[in-house]
């Protein structure tokens, strides 16, 4: 995968690129640069696209109804400074920007993911066209 860094004016910045398949799953990455958090000061918050609720992880809120079951976290990770999520059963309409925001402290790290086609599926797909070519100027 390639990582894109970004300097932001007022917050630390991270931006990334992670691919994924439809069906599949992605652990989309977000840490604190702060050690020892008190998690009762801090908001952790996930968003799709600027608008979306993915996930607020501290303190748990609401969620889209699009994410429910398919968005987890790593809670024994959280007192690390690790707020990162697992999306599972990817849909193409996971495709977009993912901000996970982290105050007071103002760390922002946007993930771009990717949704690829399987390769799998385009490899059959090749081999019926050249099936169908070849019978179609067989006859």
């Known amino acids: 995968s390639v990582c894109f860094f970004k300097v932001c004016v007022i917050s630390v910045c991270l931006q990334v690129t992670v691919e994924g398949f439809i069906g599949g799953s ?4 977000c840490s604190s640069a702060e050690h020892d958090h008190k998690l009762q000061d801090i908001d952790v918050s996930w968003r799709h696209n600027g608008s979306k609720i993915v996930f607020d992880i501290i303190p748990h809120k609401l969620q889209d109804q699009e994410y429910k079951n ?14 990162s999520i697992k999306l599972n059963n990817l849909q193409h309409t996971d495709a977009g920007n993912f901000n996970c925001l982290i105050t007071p402290s103002n760390e922002l790290t946007t993930i771009q993911l990717i949704i690829n086609v399987c390769f799998l599926l385009l490899f059959l797909i090749l081999i019926l066209i050249n ?5 179609i100027s067989d006859k």
């Open 26 to 29: 992605v652990v989309l990455p």
């Open 70 to 83: 398919r968005a987890e976290t790593f809670p024994e990770e959280y007192q690390k400074g690790n707020f």
């Open 131 to 135: 099936i169908f070519t070849y019978l």
